[in-house]
Structures are given as C-alpha cells and as structure tokens.
C-alpha cells in the first residue's frame, strides 16, 4: 500500500536498545510485548522535526502553551471531530491520568461516589481511592456480539452519594466507539442525577471505520458540555506518550476555576517538548494517522482471524483502539488454567491480565506493532494452544 510504504510500519525498531516498560519488562527474555498501550512504531517525521528543531534551540525554559499550539488543537477538533470549542476552555495537563483523577477530587465531597463501567483502564479503578470517593462499577455486557451498557445496572448502581459520571470513550479495553444513542442516554442519565460527568476520550484519534465516527459527549449539546470534563492526548493516536502533554475542555468557566484550583501547587505544566510534539500532531499529523487507521485495521483483521482459529478463545471487534480484548474462560475451563496471562507469558507473548481491568479471565492484546511482531505472537499463541 503506498501510504504504508511511505510511511512504513513494518519496520522493525529495536526498542530493548532504550528504556523503556513495554520491552524492559522481558528485558533477556524470549517475550513479545503485546501489553501496556503503546505502539512500536517512531512518532511521525513532522513531529520528530518539530522536536528536533526545538531541541536544536538549546535552551528548556519554564514554558506554558502558545498561540499556535491552541489553534492547532482547536482546529484538529473542528476538523476531526465537528467538535468547536473556545481556546479558554483548554487546560494543559501533563497526562490523561491526572486529568480523571483532578476530576474526583473535585467531585462532591470525600466519601461520595464516582461512578464507572467495567472492565476498564485500570486507573479508572484506582482514581475514587486516590481521592477519597468510593468506586460504583457497572459491567459492561456482551450482546449481539458488541460490548453494551446495560441500562438498568447502571440505574441500580447509581446513589444518592454518586458525583461523578466516568467515562472511557471509546472505550479501552473493549474498544467500542459508541454511537449517538448511547450517548444520548448516558448524558440523559448524567442530567438526571445531576452528576458532574469526566469522559477520557483519549484513544478519539484512533476510530477504525468511518461508520463509527467519534463523538465527543460534549458536543451533544450545551448542557451535557456545561456538566462535562473532556480529557483528550496527542499521546496514543500518534504515539509520543512519555512526553506527557494532555488537555481538558472545560466549557463551564465555574467547573474550569474549580478544576484549576485542584491543580495549584500539584499539577505540573506540560513538558515543553509534549507542547511543541501536540502542535505538530494536530496540525501536520493527519496523513500519518490516516496511514496508520490503515495500518492498524489489517492488523485487527489478523487477529480477529487468528483468534477466531483458536480454541477456547473469543473476542469482539474493536471499533477503537489498537487493543483486543479476549475472553479465555472457555480456555480455561478445559485445560484446567487458572491465569491465561501467564500461561500466554510462558508461551511468549506478553499480555495484559483482564484482572486488573476488573475482569478476571481476559486478556488485553496490543496490535500496534509492525506485522511481523503480531504474527510472531500469533503463531506462538497458536501453538501454545496447539500443545
Ligand atoms: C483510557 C486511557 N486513559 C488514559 C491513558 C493514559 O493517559 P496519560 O498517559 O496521558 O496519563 C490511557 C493509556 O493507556 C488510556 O488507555
């Protein structure tokens, strides 16, 4: 494919050559590591010379974000997502994490609750604790082959100590983009009982099929953005996570004093690099991300199949996300297996438990690596299961 030829993402970069988590968990070991969700491609040319160019300057001052900067951002969301929003509702974080954990602290009081669907990112699970709240899940269920919510748990979970509304979306680990209808109804939901609402749309840049476009739910209406905390990153779509530069849109100037306000005295500014990495993204990164929408979507086509050919395992397709989200318990059941993360480790393949996303016997696949990484861990998937 020209674009992939252009772009290449079949080569292979030897990451163990660097620190780094992703490959120094197996460091001296024959692991593939299909985990934590980054991809093992280099950052596109315009945002390494970007950072190269700025690099090059020498000097690394106390620095906050700039014009361009905000009207590349801005514009990247009018542009991708129809989404427009005011320059003054952005407010620079350091990451998407401290971002949904700013959002409980300032949500109600130390003893309410913040309100989630699982299985989810991990520190979605932690953030309640961190800040005092108590954590309410509802679990996502598998219908008609999709993740869905289901509507009734989630008005049996809500109290009259729920505050906050936290959403993963699209959402990781199962990849769902979810449609106009659901939205609707989650921020419905929101409005009826009056809960602030923090939606990590993290992964919007990474929607696989043009029928399944992101929508922000804060673009729903006025409302629903006036109630919403929207936490966005250049970091997974154009994989420069580690440097750590994220935003909240923040409509409600209230809801924005009483967030900026959290932040005083802890929150850092976003690394200067981060800064200078996002305006690059946004405004000169998008042949690179439609390049890799390609890329990505054959790669979700291997797995689908590979794992379709595998006993005792199943999966969904993931409209978002470069993660797989596999259900092992039919693995399990027969071959007497009590932890398929470890039994896939010592075939080879480093995954990620499902436990820590709140549902034991799955387990999360990475497919952003080049092809050959994926087939390799396929292959040795398949004969692990083939012993
Ligand atoms: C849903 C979600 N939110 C946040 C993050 C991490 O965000 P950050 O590195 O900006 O803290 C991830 C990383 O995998 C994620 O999947």
Redesign the pocket.
């Known amino acids: 494919m020209a674009a992939n030829s252009e772009f290449d993402f079949d080569r292979i970069i030897d990451r163990s050559a660097v620190p780094g988590e992703k490959w120094g968990r197996y460091a001296g070991r024959d692991v593939l590591p299909l985990w934590?969700?980054d991809m093992d491609f280099a950052a596109p040319a315009a945002v390494i010379e970007a950072l190269q160019a700025r690099v090059a300057h020498g000097v690394f001052g106390y620095t906050g974000p700039w014009p361009t900067l905000v009207e590349a951002v801005v514009e990247g969301l009018r542009r991708d997502h129809g989404w427009t929003v005011e320059p003054d509702w952005l407010v620079w974080l350091p990451?998407?994490?401290?971002?949904?954990n700013l959002a409980c602290a300032i949500a109600g009081e130390p003893g309410d609750a913040v309100l989630t669907a699982t299985p989810v990112?991990p520190?979605f699970l932690a953030a309640p604790a961190n800040t005092g709240r108590t954590l309410q899940r509802v679990d996502l269920v598998l219908r008609d082959g999709r993740w869905q919510w289901d509507w009734a748990a989630l008005e049996a979970a809500v109290s009259a100590r729920t505050r906050l509304l936290l959403l993963?979306s699209p959402h990781?680990p199962v990849g769902r983009v979810f449609d106009a209808t659901e939205l609707r109804r989650l921020a419905d939901f929101a409005a009826r009982h009056d809960l602030l609402v923090c939606s990590?749309e993290?992964?919007c840049g990474l929607v696989l099929d043009a029928a399944t476009p992101h929508r922000p739910l804060a673009a729903l209406d006025e409302a629903t953005a006036r109630r919403t905390i929207t936490?966005m990153?250049p970091?997974?779509t154009w994989n420069i996570?580690a440097l750590?530069c994220?935003f909240a849109v923040i409509p409600e100037a209230a809801l924005r004093r009483r967030y900026r306000h959290a932040m005083r005295g802890l929150v850092p500014q976003a690394n200067v690099l981060g800064l200078v990495a996002t305006e690059a993204a946004y405004r000169d990164g998008e042949r690179w991300r439609q390049a890799l929408l390609a890329y990505l979507r054959a790669n979700r086509g291997r797995v689908l199949e590979a794992v379709a050919a595998l006993p005792g395992l199943a999966t969904t397709v993931p409209e978002a996300t470069y993660l797989a989200w596999i259900d092992c318990r039919a693995m399990m059941a027969a071959r007497g297996i009590d932890d398929p993360a470890a039994f896939f480790e010592a075939a080879g393949v480093g995954l990620s438990d499902g436990a820590a996303f709140g549902a034991p016997g799955f387990v999360r696949l990475n497919f952003g690596c080049p092809r050959a990484t994926l087939e390799a861990a396929l292959a040795r998937m398949a004969r692990a299961l083939a012993a």
């Open positions: 934590v969700a990451g998407v994490v401290t971002g949904f990112y520190p993963c990781n990590d993290i992964h936490l990153a970091s997974k996570a750590y994220a």
